[in-house]
């Protein structure tokens, strides 16, 4: 019997995989195609290579298997009870995400294991089995993620306009911020990638040793950066200005997409290592090493999500919420990038998905309450709200299910 819950477990990762390519790929790629500075045929493919790598050579080898502590193991500690419940929890929460990417909507993947990953807990240990404490940061994340990435994303559009768009000779302006503006990119970008990150940790880099490094090649990487965009030829300062800002917010739009599959990968495969882990060791693990073909196929099935499906929820972000340029889609990816590694860093619950919202409309309130569409703000909003029960209701259907059809 384990065998076939193991074979199950390897579809229903798989499927949970696809569909966090799909609809996560707009986080880092919504913008850029929103701003055409890259078509979207160049940005899922980009995009999910970027997945994949990141998941198979930067995302962690230890993985939780049930989901941050949600579940208290002491309540559920038979291994094929656990094994039904994650392999349920798995498809339960991969059928919740494949629905809000039909309807193209943004929603966290995160959140949306997690909730199934409670409805697991509540079926099989009962109230007291679930953590409760612990989903106060979830809902905490509702507000503190769009409006902290929405602030910063208004404050740096505003300074871009107060600085630049609205300057006499503004392409010199341009010029002049091209280092500020560059390094402090290249600064947010190499810090998230080695401080307190599994990359850091294999090249046994410390937390002011990244500082340092990074300091000092964002630096010199954005003094090359001005030179090189004095060579921007255009009709228009207007084109020339949004031609500095495509180069930096397609290399913001990259960085969201790696760190994405490196830390999103264990949404698919932190269950399924669990279910393998049982079936090989017949014991429970609240963590577990994630064996690297593992890691490698939740990284190629992202990107195959990405490549199919990707397109549904950029149309949403990038085209639905509010209009986005290139010095607009600039503000929106370096807003998202470092308020989550802000956040992240001090501990505070944040989600990517919901940042790069908050980014959007944070840029679309610069133009006015006019500018952005509320309407789709209020169905990504509720689509948001229902993910912890529409993921854990059917989980708790499955699982009975699966505990009738295979009993251990």
């Not at 790598?53 to 230890?62: D, L, N, P, R």
């Not at 909507?105 to 990953?117: D, E, R, Y």
């Not at 929405?150 to 609205?166: P, Q």
């Not at 490094?213 to 200005?241: C, D, H, N, P």
Request: glycine share 10%.
């Amino acid at each position: 019997m384990t065998e076939i819950v193991l074979g199950l477990g390897l579809i229903a990762g798989i499927y949970m995989a696809w569909n966090i390519g799909a609809n996560d790929i707009a986080n880092g790629m919504a913008s850029p195609v929103a701003a055409k500075a890259l078509t979207l045929r160049q940005a899922v493919f980009l995009g999910g290579i970027l997945d994949f790598v990141g998941a198979t050579f930067i995302g962690s080898h230890v993985t939780s298997t049930i989901s941050k502590d949600i579940v208290r193991t002491e309540f559920i500690s038979d291994p094929h009870t656990v094994a039904i419940g994650l392999l349920a929890a798995l498809f339960a929460a991969a059928f919740w995400v494949f629905m809000a990417t039909w309807k193209q909507l943004p929603v966290s993947t995160t959140h949306s294991i997690v909730g199934a990953v409670v409805g697991f807990g509540f079926a099989a240990g009962g109230i007291k089995a679930v953590q409760w404490g612990h989903l106060i940061p979830i809902v905490a994340s509702w507000i503190i993620s769009p409006l902290f990435a929405g602030l910063l994303t208004y404050v740096i559009f505003l300074l871009i306009r107060s600085r630049i768009l609205s300057q006499k000779e503004s392409f010199l302006k341009a010029l002049a911020w091209t280092p500020f503006f560059a390094g402090v990119t290249f600064f947010v970008v190499f810090l998230s990638l080695l401080t307190k990150t599994p990359l850091g940790d294999r090249l046994h880099i410390g937390f002011w040793e990244g500082i340092v490094s990074s300091f000092s090649v964002s630096i010199a990487l954005g003094f090359l950066a001005r030179q090189l965009m004095k060579k921007v030829i255009a009709a228009t300062e207007e084109e020339k200005i949004e031609h500095i800002f495509r180069r930096l917010q397609i290399f913001t739009a990259c960085y969201v997409c790696l760190a994405h599959g490196a830390n999103d990968v264990a949404n698919a495969i932190g269950p399924l290592a669990g279910i393998y882990f049982i079936y090989k060791y017949h014991t429970v693990a609240t963590s577990a090493e994630v064996p690297w073909f593992l890691l490698a196929g939740g990284g190629l099935f992202i990107a195959l999500g990405v490549f199919t499906w990707g397109y549904r929820v950029i149309e949403t972000i990038g085209h639905k919420i509010t209009v986005l340029n290139n010095t607009r889609g600039f503000a929106v990816d370096f807003g998202t990038a470092t308020s989550v590694l802000i956040a992240s860093k001090l501990g505070l619950p944040v989600s990517t998905t919901h940042a790069a919202v908050g980014s959007v409309i944070g840029v679309g309130l610069s133009g006015g309450l006019g500018a952005v569409d509320f309407r789709v703000v209020w169905n990504i909003t509720v689509y948001w709200i229902v993910s912890l029960p529409l993921s854990a209701i059917p989980t708790i259907v499955l699982y009975y299910l699966f505990k009738w059809l295979l009993p251990g």
